[in-house]
């Protein structure tokens, strides 16, 4: 099983378009969404419904009135201004679960509990199994929320035989991108041809040299500047990347997705035709 993910710079440059589309050129293959802070490729897969599971990521402090002596000890040691007085109660949010406090509580008033951090379910979906986590709001360690959905995604490619896991992961360079890199074998940039766009690419591509990993361009909306579109494909030959082409600026895109598609479900486009000659050029560097 080839195990590709697909990262951009920011969010909104069409790293889950190309991500869906990828997911119906490969079916049966089991999509994954490791972007779980923003979790929306569910949308144009349809997975069916199931049981989703917990999520734990982290824990809280509490505090017990009952046994507090309100001697503010946890007021002055708490890093995060977690804790408020009269009454000492800890703000759940703010709290980092550090456990500082509950060892400095003489008291012993002070407890720290696992809290749900997310959901995340395995089911089938119209080109094989799709994997989704939801984070809660306000909730964090979404890098350790992304290494337990990519394990599932594994072992259900594996239990079906799946030929690929294509994985959509998160925008930017944070923790997240950090666990959904562990295995793959290779990373699609998707890039749009902005200064600000080949900045971010820059960055994702220092971190896959980093980590010696096989790395592709996608220029999304290339014929907006047909400059920038050359710099990203000089800068991408430079890192030894793989091009793997352009897609056009496309009106057809929006209503695609409007209608809960991938790319090329309801016929062929220019932008379609681009990704699906993309996922070709890849299909056969990765039997290389
Ligand atoms: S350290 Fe313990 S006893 Fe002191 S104020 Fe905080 S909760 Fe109450
Ligand atoms: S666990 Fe850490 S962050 Fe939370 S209230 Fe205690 S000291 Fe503050």
């Not at 869906?20 to 144009?44: E, K, M, N, W």
């Not at 379910?121 to 350790?144: D, H, M, W």
């Not at 295995?183 to 998707?190: E, H, I, N, S, T």
Request: net charge negative; charged share 25%.
């Amino acid at each position: 099983m080839k195990q590709v993910l697909i990262l951009s710079g920011k969010g909104g440059t069409g790293k889950t378009t190309v991500a869906g589309t990828f997911a119906r050129l490969a079916a049966p293959c089991v999509a994954a969404d490791c972007d779980v802070d923003a979790a929306d490729l569910h949308i144009i897969l349809s997975p069916e419904a199931a049981p989703r599971n917990d999520y734990f990521g982290g824990k809280k402090a509490d505090i017990d009135p009952e046994k507090c002596t309100s001697c503010g000890r946890c007021l002055e040691v708490c890093r995060f201004d977690a804790v408020t007085a009269g009454p000492f109660k800890i703000n759940q949010t703010a709290c980092e679960g550090c456990g500082v406090c509950v060892w400095n509580c003489r008291a012993g008033a002070i407890t720290s509990k696992e809290v749900l951090s997310g959901t995340w379910a395995v089911s089938p979906c119209r080109f094989g199994t799709f994997a989704g986590a939801r984070l809660e709001p306000a909730e964090e360690n979404s890098g350790k929320l992304v290494a337990l959905l990519k394990g599932e995604a594994v072992k259900a490619a594996e239990s079906s035989g799946a030929k690929y896991l294509i994985l959509d992961g998160s925008p930017g360079i944070g923790c997240p991108v950090l666990a959904a890199l562990g295995g793959v074998d290779a990373v699609v940039l998707v890039a749009e041809p902005t200064v600000s766009g080949r900045h971010d690419f820059m960055r994702l591509a220092e971190l896959l040299k980093q980590q010696k990993l096989k790395g592709f361009l996608l220029v999304n909306k290339w014929d907006l500047n047909e400059e920038e579109t050359a710099a990203l494909e000089a800068a991408a030959a430079n890192f030894g990347f793989g091009l793997l082409g352009r897609m056009p600026f496309d009106t057809g895109v929006i209503k695609t997705l409007l209608a809960r598609k991938t790319l090329g479900e309801d016929g062929a486009a220019p932008a379609a035709d681009a990704v699906e000659k993309a996922w070709r050029t890849l299909e056969k560097a990765l039997e290389n």
